[in-house]
């Protein structure tokens, strides 16, 4: 998250310090340019009106017609010519400016066909694009084998320089092509050409508007409107091999992390599961030590001998019986002395564990000694009164 941060903070910076440098070197070409013209247009505009003898209303109001007049120069622009020009012109975001819906039915379905116009234009581009890349590629492969060239792998770099000049052969081709049409200086087409691909659109040189050419050269409209499409699709393959590579990083940068912070939260699970592990085999219970009893472990579970455990665990069961009867006698029968703790009415209450099995020992009468065994050392007897009063302890699994 770290690095997405830090990426879009310097994407920033570099946004507003280019801004801050453009507007620098257009301020220091432009402004002085400006001022002339502006000092021309006014010498220009006395002259009229010293000449014609026109008021100021009446000259801005011949200034409106002017400007009304002028997208009517090339004939009518809302013809199916001109209409599919400006259906381009909108969906390709170019917006030359030239021609405007001038109804206000006009101007609602403009902006519904641009929501679904723009997006679609978009995505047929990219995937245009995206095809074209991978003809290239094929080619490139080509004609490296036709080389007899050792390696045929097309690196990045080789992508990017044929796109490239794949654009700059675009642009030369269509530059030639309009200053022939249109009667501009190549530089002026070119420049022409460039803002009209890259989708700007000023408007200040738009084609097709001389001479009614949208109605009397079919032939050089259908070259306007190919040139205007081809040419969006060979810059939009160039934009998705160069630029759409950075516009996938932070993605990328996300997945990375994501997939990080997942690994870490497994190695946090796998180091706290480990020492309950450990603790859960190395913990033992042990019954405390009382007269004739022993304090022992009654969890041998311990890693290197679960094997041996497994192998002698009827071996062990046939042994629990005598054990508990052992260790679960009070010691007030039978002459034992007396514990050391007050609670004489009742032996070991906690479950004894062995071999993963639970055993709690319950009172039981002595009557049912023969079904138990007897324990070792044991002075007691079925038939001794004593004994039948005082009952004793058998395991029981629960």
Not at 220 to 246: C, D, E, H, K, P
């Amino acid at each position: 998250m770290k690095r997405q941060n830090l990426r879009t903070a310097a994407l920033i910076l570099c946004i507003f310090s280019y801004l801050l440098v453009g507007a620098a070197v257009f301020d220091a070409l432009e402004s002085e340019a400006e001022s002339g013209r502006k000092r021309l247009l006014e010498q220009k505009r006395g002259e009229l009106r010293r000449k014609y003898r026109f008021s100021a209303d009446d000259y801005r109001e011949l200034e409106r017609l002017v400007l009304q007049a002028e997208p009517h120069r090339a004939g009518r622009q809302w013809k199916f010519a001109g209409s599919f020009y400006f259906a381009i012109t909108v969906i390709t975001t170019i917006g030359y400016g030239h021609a405007a819906p001038g109804t206000d039915a006009g101007k609602v379905f403009c902006m519904f066909y641009a929501i679904l116009g723009i997006p679609l234009t978009l995505v047929m581009f990219q995937s245009l694009g995206e095809r074209m890349n991978t003809v290239v590629r094929l080619l490139l492969k080509k004609i490296k084998k036709c080389l007899g060239m050792r390696t045929t792998h097309v690196s990045m770099e080789n992508m990017v320089l044929v796109g490239f000049l794949s654009c700059m052969g675009t642009l030369c081709i269509g530059a030639a092509a309009f200053s022939y049409f249109e009667g501009w200086t190549f530089f002026h087409a070119y420049y022409y050409c460039f803002i009209t691909l890259t989708t700007i659109g000023f408007g200040d040189f738009v084609a097709l508007q001389k001479n009614e050419a949208l109605q009397k050269k079919p032939p050089y409209v259908a070259f306007s409107f190919m040139y205007i499409l081809v040419g969006l699709t060979v810059i939009g393959a160039f934009l998705n091999l160069v630029v759409l590579r950075f516009l996938t990083m932070n993605s990328e940068d996300e997945r990375r992390d994501a997939e990080e912070r997942a690994s870490l939260r497994r190695a946090r699970n796998n180091i706290h599961l480990k020492p309950k592990e450990d603790s859960r085999s190395s913990n033992a219970i042990f019954l405390p030590a009382e007269d004739r009893t022993s304090q022992m472990n009654l969890i041998p579970l311990v890693q290197e001998e679960a094997e041996r455990q497994r192998r002698q665990s009827a071996v062990s069961a046939a042994e629990v019986p005598s054990f508990c009867t052992c260790l679960c006698y009070r010691p007030q029968v039978c002459g034992s002395p007396a514990p050391s703790h007050p609670e004489t009415l009742s032996c070991h209450t906690n479950p004894v564990y062995y071999n993963s099995i639970s055993y709690k020992i319950d009172e039981v009468s002595l009557s049912t000694r023969g079904q138990t065994g007897s324990s070792p050392g044991s002075t007691l007897s079925s038939s001794s009164p004593r004994c039948r009063q005082h009952p004793r302890r058998r395991r029981r699994s629960i």
